[in-house]
């Protein structure tokens, strides 16, 4: 006999609302459906209703965490639609600033995963170490969270050459750091117990759902942006596509912790060999008809955006894929043989980001073809 145990859209062990229906048969979990769509703002609506521009401030707001690599994302995209290539040295600005966005990333997971399986302490000095890099992006963009770094056709502001050692010395803190993280998680009791066979992806479910970022990585699979299709100043910069084989939850959390080393590492390297000059080119937002798409590796993995102009300064079309939309089919998997107990880590595992995913679609049953809505007209249908 089975029961079902919903978890969402609002519960303790989610973060943003979404909604999880599990099906039990004592604690075993034999079943899960995933209901998404929970956090949907009308994102691409709107941004199909502002010019190039403006559209900067309103993609870095599509997730909080990750706004770096999203307004990176949508700049390259209009430049290339543009036919627009941005400075050198503002190429290796953006690598440095997204670089610090992964860390500060890796070590919000890294707090948060503390505390889902009740070590509080590691919570308390994943974030004390958080707020280096936080001090560091505010010192070079003037914002903690968001940066507002990125411009069509470059950045908006320098790296000071006084700011080298303030960057370097922090570095240096953080490296040290992530250091003892790594041991802690190959030594530490709580961790092995509440980590290890948990929450198992196969590197062949891995392939066969198309997984990205750390999620494909802790599961064996090597893929990465930046390295598989290099972007700004990335083919320039060298760095390990780091990769673990074990597929579980400790695997998916050793992953990123040997990133920030990898992070650490890049940005030495761009402070380093950064050219001198401009760092912004003026770009006419007058674009012609045209259509393109521009992918990245933001710190939960691929994120893609397809933009399709019209002659005028707005776009016609934008359409984003977020890593987690990615993710969500490897999920079932994970779930299916575990226990209630675990249901907090393992989803956390991907790093989830409910409210940078959820799209609308209608589906017409009686065709069973999708189109996506607009902002307008998912109001009257609420109505």
């Given at each position: 006999m089975t029961f079902v145990v919903p978890i969402g859209p609002q519960h303790p062990a989610l973060k943003e609302p979404e909604f999880f229906r599990f099906e039990v048969k004592g604690e075993e979990i034999v079943d899960v459906d995933i209901h998404l769509g929970y956090a949907h703002r009308g994102i691409e609506e709107a941004l199909s209703r502002r010019n190039y521009k403006h559209n900067i401030y309103l993609s870095e707001r599509i997730c909080?965490?990750?706004?770096v690599v999203h307004t990176t994302t949508y700049c390259?995209?209009?430049?290339?639609?543009?036919?627009?290539?941005p400075p050198e040295r503002a190429k290796y600005i953006r690598a440095i600033i997204m670089e610090l966005e992964r860390i500060h990333s890796h070590l919000l997971w890294l707090g948060i995963a503390a505390h889902q399986i009740g070590f509080n302490t590691l919570f308390m000095l994943a974030w004390r170490d958080r707020e280096y890099v936080m001090d560091l992006r505010e010192m070079i963009s003037g914002g903690r969270v968001h940066s507002a770094t990125n411009t069509i056709g470059g950045v908006r502001r320098d790296v000071k050459t006084e700011h080298v050692p303030t960057i370097l010395h922090g570095l240096e803190k953080l490296e040290q750091s992530t250091k003892y993280?790594?041991?802690?998680?190959g030594s530490d009791r709580t961790i092995l117990a509440r980590c290890t066979?948990?929450?198992?992806?196969?590197k062949k479910d891995a392939i066969k759902f198309c997984a990205v970022g750390p999620l494909a990585r802790a599961s064996d699979v090597k893929t990465d942006i930046r390295r598989d299709d290099p972007y700004g100043a990335y083919d320039a910069l060298s760095f390990n596509v780091v990769i673990e084989r074990e597929g579980d939850v400790w695997a998916k959390g050793m992953v990123r912790l040997r990133e920030i080393l990898e992070s650490i590492r890049i940005v030495r390297q761009a402070l380093k060999e950064m050219p001198g000059g401009p760092i912004r080119t003026r770009v006419s937002l007058q674009i012609p008809p045209n259509e393109t798409v521009e992918r990245t590796e933001a710190p939960r993995?691929?994120?893609?955006?397809?933009?399709r102009s019209n002659g005028t300064d707005t776009p016609e079309r934008v359409r984003v894929r977020t890593p987690t939309y990615g993710n969500f089919a490897s999920m079932k998997s994970m779930f299916v043989g575990g226990t209630v107990a675990e249901i907090p880590i393992v989803m956390w595992s991907i790093d989830p980001c409910f409210g940078c995913n959820d799209r609308v679609t209608l589906v017409d049953s009686r065709t069973d073809k999708t189109r996506v809505v607009s902002f307008d007209e998912l109001r009257r249908w609420r109505k």
């Open positions: 909080g965490i990750c706004n390259q995209a209009v430049e290339q639609l543009a036919g627009v290539e993280y790594i041991n802690l998680f066979n948990l929450g198992v992806l196969s993995g691929e994120l893609f955006y397809y933009i």
